[in-house]
């Protein structure tokens, strides 16, 4: 298993598997925070949350097979800032109505049948 952790410098910002250096089969996580900035655990801010940053994460991850570990970290009294509960409480829902299309997918290439090898003759996924 190989861990990539807070990958920065995409464009798209959100498209972290193009960071990602391991190739299959390894098991590959993608290791960031939210939100995606500043110190809230000890020092009582409560920075804005990126949701395209970190929705778009969740998703271009999950269709790379690559393993989505968001760090969300409580204050030292245990409560989440209001910027990331509220984020939360939406990706709940968003993520509710959306995952019939994630659960279980799983990116292309040769373990799941994405690619053929040469001299195969096709280049069309099976199903």
């Known amino acids: 298993m190989i861990s990539n952790e807070q990958k920065t410098g995409m464009s798209p910002a959100y498209d972290y598997p193009q960071a990602v250096y391991t190739a299959a089969p390894r098991l590959i996580e993608a290791d960031f925070k939210l939100p995606s900035t500043g110190a809230w655990w000890y020092d009582g801010s409560n920075p804005a949350v990126d949701r395209k940053l970190t929705?778009?994460?969740?998703?271009?991850?999950?269709?790379?097979?690559?393993?989505?570990?968001?760090?969300?970290?409580?204050?030292?009294?245990?409560?989440?800032?209001?910027?990331?509960?509220a984020f939360n409480n939406f990706a709940d829902d968003y993520l509710d109505q959306i995952w019939p299309s994630l659960n279980g997918t799983e990116g292309g290439g040769y373990m799941y049948g994405g690619l053929k090898p040469p001299g195969s003759g096709t280049t069309e996924p099976t199903v």
């Open 55 to 85: 929705l778009g994460r969740l998703v271009t991850n999950a269709g790379s097979s690559i393993k989505a570990l968001m760090a969300e970290t409580a204050q030292v009294n245990g409560k989440f800032p209001s910027n990331q509960e």
